[in-house]
Every structure is written in C-alpha cells, then in structure tokens.
T-cell receptor, first 118, second 111 residues
Framework: GAGVSQSPRYKVAKRGQDVALRCDPI?????LFWYQQALGQGPEFLTY????????KSGLPSDRFFAERPEGSVSTLKIQRTQQEDSAVYLC????????????????FGPGTRLTVT | QKEVEQDPGPLSVPEGAIVSLNCTYS??????FMWYRQYSRKGPELLMY????GNKEDGRFTAQVDKSSKYISLFIRDSQPSDSATYLC???????????FGKGTRLHILP
C-alpha cells in the first residue's frame, strides 16, 4: 500500500515568496502531523490535526506559517513571505490513532519537502 | 537544557560489532520511548518503541528504558553496512501527542 507522500520533494524560493507544501497521508489515518527538520537536527513538532480539526499549532514558529486539512485527508502547509531561517526539511506524518489514544506514537513519515530560501 | 539529549556523533564501528546508542531526557512525563532510523534524504522510519520502563528485543535490535535514570538505549548486534544511517531517539509524554526528538546520532558501519 502507499505510504505518506509529499510534494514537491524540493522547493527553492526567493526570500519573500509564499510557498505551499502538500502532504497525502496514508488513507484512513485520522491524525496528521507536520514537523520541521533543520540540518543536523531532529524533527521539531509544528502542528497536529485530528481529521479536519487543528488541535495543536503550538509549534508553528510565526504567524507566517499556516496549515490546513479541510476534508480530513490531504494537508497543506503554507509559509508566507519566506525567510532564510525557514530553510529546512518539512516532514509530514500520519497515524491511525487519535490523540490521547495508545498508538499515537506510531507515526508514519513521508520523505519530506526540502525548502531552500535564497 | 533541551528535553532530550543525544550525542550527534558520527559514530564509526566495524561490521559485526555491537553498537550502543543512547539518549537522556529531563521530562518525567514521557511514557513512550521510540527509536527511528533515518536514511539520507528520507523520512524517519519507526524501528522500535517501548512503553514505560523495560527492555524490548526485535531481531538484532534491543531497546532499553531506565526511567529512574531518565536514560534510554538502543543496541544493534552483528551490525551491517546497511545499518549506516542516523538514529533518532524520540519520546511522547502522557500530556500531549507531540513527539520530541533527539538530534540524532549518525552511525557508519565500516565493511
């Protein structure tokens, strides 16, 4: 079966441009997470969706970052007015478990989108 | 101090050796302890998880959690060149659903 897919795999943006990153989770997975991974670091939590509801956005670094999952499946992470410090790999993960349930630790990651802001 | 500390390496060992990777943490609310493997330009892949304290074995891999010391380990027996990757420890507390990752340790298995 298909895993988590993300597109584009690579994105180069000029400083100040807006970008949109797409995540297609595993079909039927209730929970969806976005993480940011800087070079040489572990992934850092950005935001969490349970179906279409964004239950936690505490990791979004600024109000330039916005995420949505309008129909409870595909999700988009949008970054407005990109800055150089936004350069990182953006990872999406999905889980069949709901928040607070045993099993939420089993998150399946996509390959990531590598964003470079010049 | 970060919630999860992990030596970034790199760690180079000869093929067939036993590899020991470890992390320390500060948040006593962590309940699930995971190890992910990440190959270059790929997403992390869940290798093993342990709930609370104890040991868990899966093939050549053994995960240990010592909650009293806030210390977790991953052992790889009979290491193979294909084990060369970055290994990330990760934890979830009983208060929210965020995975907190260590920095990752880069491991090289030398043929």
């Amino acid at each position: 079966g298909a895993g988590v897919s993300q597109s584009p795999r690579y994105k180069v943006a000029k400083r100040g441009q807006d970008v949109a990153l797409r995540c297609d989770p595993i079909s039927g997975h209730v929970s969806l997470f976005w993480y940011q991974q800087a070079l040489g670091q572990g992934p850092e939590f950005l935001t969490y969706f349970q179906n279409e509801a964004q239950l936690d956005k505490s990791g979004l670094p600024s109000d330039r970052f916005f995420a949505e999952r309008p129909e409870g499946s595909v999700s988009t992470l949008k970054i407005q007015r990109t800055q150089q410090e936004d350069s990182a790999v953006y990872l999406c993960a999905s889980s069949p478990a709901r928040g607070g349930q045993a099993g939420i630790h089993e998150q399946y990651f996509g390959p990531g989108t590598r964003l470079t802001v010049t | 101090q970060k919630e999860v500390e992990q030596d970034p390496g790199p760690l180079s060992v000869p093929e067939g050796a036993i590899v020991s990777l470890n992390c320390t943490y500060s948040n006593s609310a962590f309940q699930y302890f995971m190890w992910y493997r990440q190959y270059s330009r790929k997403g992390p892949e869940l290798l093993m998880y342990t709930y609370s304290s104890g040991n868990k074995e899966d093939g050549r891999f053994t995960a240990q959690v010592d909650k009293s010391s806030k210390y977790i380990s991953l052992f790889i027996r009979d290491s193979q060149p294909s084990d060369s990757a970055t290994y990330l420890c990760a934890m979830i507390s009983n208060r929210d659903d965020k995975i907190i990752f260590g920095k990752g340790t880069r491991l090289h298995i030398l043929p």
